[in-house]
């Protein structure tokens, strides 16, 4: 698998990948699929979300992640930091450059999600949180990275959506506005990024077990997944290797559905 990374001179490709801090998430599965294929990997987190999110057992997992990919045979370095914050961008790839090189792959995982909440009760200081990080952090990471782009082609952005454009999520208003800006601004970023040599593609990978399903949940679930199963974070972390790799250079702008049927 590793050779699909690697160019003529050998040099592996150097991803980040936002929103890597807890064991059975999105984000680490896509550290460890990269790293399989041999690529480096800088990872950020920020643990004060996860405890709000009530994530328990979780604070030693960027270092255990760590530790795990440099097992793999890859560099690895990561990062805390709160993508709420303008300047989060500009540290993020000084960090990177400084520790590890210039980026190619930037996987946008992180995300800023609440219980849930009816519409009539919503405040300007609650959406302005979703937006922070599932939007503006998003949407400036991606352009601080496609300013600091360094080669002619082979450049990718994978953006993280949650299927709002299949149906109603009652209660989730926040969170579908700002994820479903991702889907739109995808479409449009790709054709601006074009030219740069830099494709860019949303991955939805539908409802997935990461560690915040019940049991009521996967059973109400079961009978509307047409494959028998739940989805994994390793379903989608397969599909966004698949997107930062050579591979996937004619594919920009879509938004793929990845969600077993259902």
Known sequence: MEKQYMSQQTIRPIAIVTGASRQRGIGTAVCRALAQSGVDIFFTHWSPYDRFMHYQGEEETPAHLQNELRAMGVRCEQMSVDLSDVEAPGR???AV????????ILVNNAVHDEDEQPFDQLT?????KFYAINMRGTLLLSIEFARRFVQSTGGRIINLSSGQGVGAMPGKLPYVATKGAIEAFTVTLAAELAPRGITVNAVDPGASDTGWMTEEIKQALLPHAPMGRIGQAEDAARLIRFLASEESGWITGQIIHSRGGM
Not at 124 to 128: K, V
Request: net charge negative; glycine share 6%; no cysteine.
């Open 97 to 104: 450059e400084e520790r590890l090189g210039a980026a190619s």
């Open 92 to 94: 993020i790839l000084d």
């Open 124 to 128: 300007a200081a609650t959406l302005d």
